[in-house]
Structures are given as structure tokens and as C-alpha cells.
């Protein structure tokens, strides 16, 4: 029995911990004071050195594999660079959350078109999905819908948190489908048109159609956009790929071909976490909104994005459609932090000093990986703003990954040990059998595999009480799935082997004389 306990104790501790920090969403505060730099002030040269003496210290610190960054203004690009993995600008990554802000552009276009109505019922726009009246498509951009966090959409259903801020990819979700239902084509072709391709964000994909697939629709001068006739913009776009993300097992990253499911079932989909693209498809993005919404939204529309907001009840920030906002020392800031099972990335803006600024990764890791990266991307922010950003700490994740990886090997021997003790419980079995037969030790197997099937039912009820499923634990932490599997196969052989041993113990004993 303090076996039993033990083990469940440290099952379900290791994986709290592991599994803790994935729904966090960090906000980019600034570390240190501003000094009010605005973007006449914005020194490319300077920022340049800044930036690159920053980055060249604290990219490694954590460990993703590739990661780009850039730095905005509404005249355009002031710094960009990518490492590792990511070997050009144009390298694509998931951009997780930073996917709502581009599904609410979407939908305030219909709005500007007369085609939906922020107030009206979601369900009008999208009946099939049985969702209640009383949530509209304002809730869904606020995210004060109701539903559930870890919902899909097929699961969303209005909750006790009906009318307030509560985080939910489900309503970005519902939000998708209904620029599909509104525009008459599929999210993936509505987003190449009318937000990509006016963006010249041409390696960007809403899991399908790439925007290269539906530029020569277009006149590109329109946009004022790639010179076809230029052969070194030519050359700068035909360089453009899917960078293949990275998940971490147990603190090494991991290129494993990892695909997340599309359909309603999943845990997200392209228009709340899932759409793919380049560092410099997102400097685009980010300066459309310095520019007042230029080639896609009225600048009132921008407005809406930004300010028609909810209080979030757990801090101190705002969420409008798309984009949280917090006051910084009476700057306003802008930002919203992004995660998938393989990449993380981070987007703010900064209206008052027309900067913009993201930061895109290639490797999910909720131990130490996630933090170290949401942490860089703030020093980035800090240094584009003219503070002194603080250093990583190049031993955290080393350290965090230790740390966990000790407890899973504790966790393991725990597992290992009935295995260990089965040459005892042959032995005892051996005195039993002479003592009091063969059903006895029979029997004494079957309570082991009785109880042992008891513990881990017991423990998957345990993880299902954190309100976490199974279906995301897996994917976005393999670490925790592969360790349980293990231990459960450690103590499935245990089981194996004491029935092994109970029937060799038990045929033997056939031929031993009677102890009386």
C-alpha cells in the first residue's frame, strides 16, 4: 500500500508540474521603465547592434531550435533575423494564439461589408452548431462566450462563466465557421484572399491554401506588392517552407512529424491557433496595424479590434477580438502570446512609439523551453523600446529539465519495483503453495493484477480531475504520455511475470510431497 501511494503521488505531481504552464498566457511587460523612444527616434543602426548583441547571448539560453525575430515600425522593417532551424525570412512557422487576431480581421471585414453583426446571435451565422442565442459574435471575439478552455468545438457549451473573460479556442473556432458559412468558401481560401495575399504575407497558410496558390489572381501592384518582374523579389520568395516544428522528450527537442488533427473534435483549429507563417509575413501584419488597417480594415475597425474589450478577472489586462491590451507606466501595449504542440510565438505593439514587434519559435516545451522563450521575446520588446533587457539564465533549463527528468526516474523505479521484488514473491509463493495449495497462489496473482489495474484507474481518474484531456496532455507534452506508458509497462510486466510464476510454481508443485 505505500507502494500504491507513491506511485500515485509522484504520477500525478509530475505530471501537474510538466503539464502546469501550457495554458498559461504570458504577457510582454516591459522589465524596465520607458524612455519614450518613438519610431522618428527608432536608430536602425543602433537598434540593430542592441538587438543582435541581446540576441547573440540569449538565443541559445533557450534552446529552441529555430527562432526568428523582427521589429517594426509603420514605415517598415527595422531589424529582422532568424537562427537555427529557420534559415531564411521566409521559413514558415505555426504561430499559435497570434492566429485569433487574424481570424477577428476577418470577421470585422463581413462587419465593414454589412455581412454580420458584432450583436447578434453567433447561431444565426452558424446554426448547426446548436450554440445558445444568448452568445453573440462580439462574446466570441471577447472570449466571454462561456465555454470551456480545453472545449473543442464540438464540445463548447455555454458555462458559469457566461458573460465574463475565460480563455477558450473554442470560440475562435465557431468564429472560423462562421466566415466560412458568411463568405461562402472555405476559412483556409478566405483568409489567402482577403487577408494574405493584400498583405504580401505570401509563405502564410490557414492549413491549406498557401497565398502563393491565389496571388496571380491579383494585379500584386494593387497591394503594392511583390514586383514580379524583379528577379531578386522573385528570388526572395521562392525560398519559402514549412519549418517542422519540434516537441520535447524529456529536454531534448525532437523533430517527430508531428501534424495536429483538423476537425472539430481537436483542440483548435487554423483560426484559433493554427495558421502558418513567416517572420516576415508577420512584419507585414504587424505594420498593417501601425498603418491603420492599410489594404484590409477601415482604421475604426482597427479601433474595435483593439478597444472594444473585457476586463480580464485574473490580472490586470484587457481582452479585445484578438489582442490583449494592459497599461505599461501609461503606455498602452497591445500583445497576445501563442503556443502549439510545436512552436511558440509572441507578437506587441506599441501605438504611441509605432513599434511592432514578433518573436516566432520552433519548439514547444512546458518545462522550462516555453518560459525561457516568452522571457526572450519581452527582452526583444525591451531593447526595441530602449531599455536594458534582463539576461536569461543559460542554466534554468538545463536545471528545470534535470529536476523533472530525476522525478520520472524515480517515478519509474517505483514502477520497476514489484518486477524487482518478483523473485521474492516466488519465493513466498513457493511456501504458500506448500501450505496451502495451488489456488492460493493463483489467487494471490490475481489480486496483484486486480490491484495494480485498481492504481491506474485510479490515476487517469486523478488526471481527468485536473480538467485536462488526455487527447491534449499527449500532444502537447509527449514527455508525460511516454513516461506513464513506460511505468505502466514496468508494472504490466510485474503482473505478467508473477502469473508466469504462479503457473510454473503451480505445475511444479504437482510433484512436491504434501507439508503437513
Request: hydrophobic share 45%.
Amino acid at each position: 500500500m505505500v507502494f500504491v501511494g507513491v506511485l500515485c503521488f509522484i504520477a500525478v505531481s509530475t505530471t501537474h508540474m510538466a503539464y502546469a504552464g501550457e495554458s498559461a498566457k504570458q504577457d510582454a511587460v516591459s522589465a524596465t521603465s520607458s524612455i519614450g523612444i518613438s519610431s522618428a527616434d527608432l536608430d536602425a543602426d543602433e537598434l540593430s547592434a542592441a538587438l543582435d548583441s541581446y540576441l547573440s547571448r540569449n538565443v541559445d539560453c533557450t534552446h529552441e531550435p529555430g527562432v526568428a525575430v523582427a521589429v517594426v515600425t509603420s514605415q517598415g522593417v527595422a531589424y529582422m533575423r532568424t537562427f537555427g532551424t529557420c534559415e531564411s525570412a521566409g521559413d514558415a512557422f505555426y504561430i499559435g494564439s497570434l492566429s485569433k487576431s487574424m481570424c477577428a480581421v476577418a470577421i470585422m471585414q463581413l462587419v465593414e461589408q454589412g455581412k454580420i453583426d458584432l450583436d447578434a446571435p453567433a447561431s444565426d451565422y452558424a446554426p448547426e452548431y446548436l450554440i445558445s442565442p444568448e452568445v453573440s459574435v462580439r462574446m466570441l471575439l471577447n472570449q466571454t462566450s462561456g465555454f470551456g478552455y480545453y472545449e473543442s468545438l464540438n464540445e463548447a457549451t455555454v458555462g458559469d462563466s457566461f458573460g465574463e473573460f475565460s480563455y477558450a479556442n473554442a470560440n475562435y473556432d465557431l468564429l472560423g465557421r462562421i466566415v466560412e458559412h458568411v463568405s461562402g468558401e472555405s476559412y483556409s481560401a478566405y483568409m489567402a484572399k482577403h487577408v494574405f495575399a493584400p498583405l504580401n504575407m505570401v509563405d502564410s497558410s490557414a492549413q491549406g491554401l498557401r497565398t502563393n496558390d491565389v496571388l496571380g489572381e491579383y494585379d500584386s501592384n494593387t497591394f503594392g506588392g511583390i514586383n514580379d518582374d524583379d528577379p531578386d523579389d522573385a528570388a526572395t520568395y521562392s525560398d519559402s517552407r514549412n519549418v517542422l516544428g519540434h516537441r520535447n522528450y524529456f529536454g531534448r527537442y525532437v523533430q517527430d512529424d508531428f501534424q495536429h488533427a483538423e476537425n472539430d473534435d481537436a483542440w483548435g483549429g487554423p483560426s484559433s491557433g493554427y495558421v502558418s507563417a513567416s517572420i516576415r509575413d508577420m512584419a507585414n501584419y504587424l505594420q498593417m496595424y501601425l498603418a491603420g488597417g492599410k489594404n484590409v480594415l477601415d482604421y475604426d475597425s482597427i479601433m474595435q479590434m483593439f478597444m472594444s474589450r473585457v476586463p480580464d478577472s485574473g490580472g490586470d489586462s484587457y481582452y479585445g477580438m484578438g489582442w490583449t491590451s494592459y497599461d505599461n507606466d501609461g503606455e498602452l501595449v497591445f500583445c497576445h502570446d501563442g503556443d502549439v504542440e510545436t512552436n511558440v510565438a509572441s507578437m506587441a505593439i506599441l501605438p504611441d512609439r509605432d513599434i511592432g514587434v514578433v518573436v516566432l519559435g520552433d519548439g514547444y516545451d512546458s518545462v522550462a523551453g516555453n518560459s525561457l522563450f516568452f522571457n526572450l521575446a519581452n527582452g526583444v520588446l525591451d531593447v526595441a523600446m530602449g531599455n536594458n533587457a534582463v539576461d536569461l539564465d543559460e542554466t534554468e533549463y538545463d536545471e528545470a529539465h534535470a529536476e523533472a527528468n530525476a522525478e520520472w526516474v524515480h517515478f519509474w523505479l517505483m514502477c520497476a519495483l514489484p518486477l524487482l521484488l518478483t523473485p521474492v514473491w516466488c519465493r513466498v509463493a513457493h511456501i504458500l503453495v506448500r501450505k496451502a495449495g495451488n489456488t492460493m497462489v493463483f489467487g494471490a496473482a490475481v489480486i496483484d493484477g486486480a490491484l495494480y489495474a485498481c492504481v491506474f484507474t485510479w490515476l487517469l481518474s486523478m488526471l481527468r480531475d485536473f480538467g485536462i484531456p488526455w487527447r491534449d496532455i499527449s500532444t502537447f507534452d509527449p514527455s508525460i504520455a511516454c513516461g506513464l506508458y513506460i511505468g505502466v509497462a514496468l508494472v504490466a510486466l510485474a503482473v505478467v511475470a508473477r502469473f508466469i510464476a504462479a503457473i510454473v510454481i503451480g505445475v511444479k508443485a504437482r510433484k512436491w510431497p504434501k507439508v503437513t
